[in-house]
């Protein structure tokens, strides 16, 4: 089962920019913060940004000034801006939310099953 859903991955030179979404199923109740982290191939999925639901953000330091995170609070949708791309902006990315699932009471964390995004030199 798919609880969220990522788009917008590819193949860019540096320099470029790409624009990432996500969607939350219907399936997820009560979508408190979201947000994007990424894995490079041999090290660990790390922070990219996130959003809170009143739009409070936190970026990675290596993003910072080069990415924006965004969200449609009442659509559940969450994006994120990338310019200035680097090589080392090469990963998958995930989309991550913490929501009520229906059936369960108590709020989980949720992954999206990742979007490639290759940055050449």
């Known amino acids: 089962q798919v609880q969220l859903a990522e788009s917008g991955g590819g193949v860019v030179q540096a320099g470029g920019s790409l624009r990432l979404s996500c969607t939350a199923s219907q399936s997820l109740f009560g979508v408190d913060t979201m947000g994007w982290y990424r894995q490079a191939p041999g090290e660990q999925r790390e922070l990219v940004a996130r959003?809170?639901?009143?739009?409070?953000?936190n970026y990675a330091d290596s993003v910072k000034g080069r990415f924006t995170i965004s969200r449609d609070i009442a659509k559940n949708w969450v994006w994120l801006q990338m310019n200035s791309l680097k090589p080392e902006d090469t990963a998958v990315y995930y989309c991550?939310?913490?929501?009520?699932?229906?059936?369960?009471?108590?709020?989980?964390?949720?992954w999206g099953q990742g979007t490639q995004v290759t940055v050449s030199s």
């Open positions: 991550n939310c913490d929501a009520y699932m229906q059936g369960l009471w108590t709020m989980q964390n949720f």
């Open positions: 959003i809170t639901r009143d739009g409070r953000t």
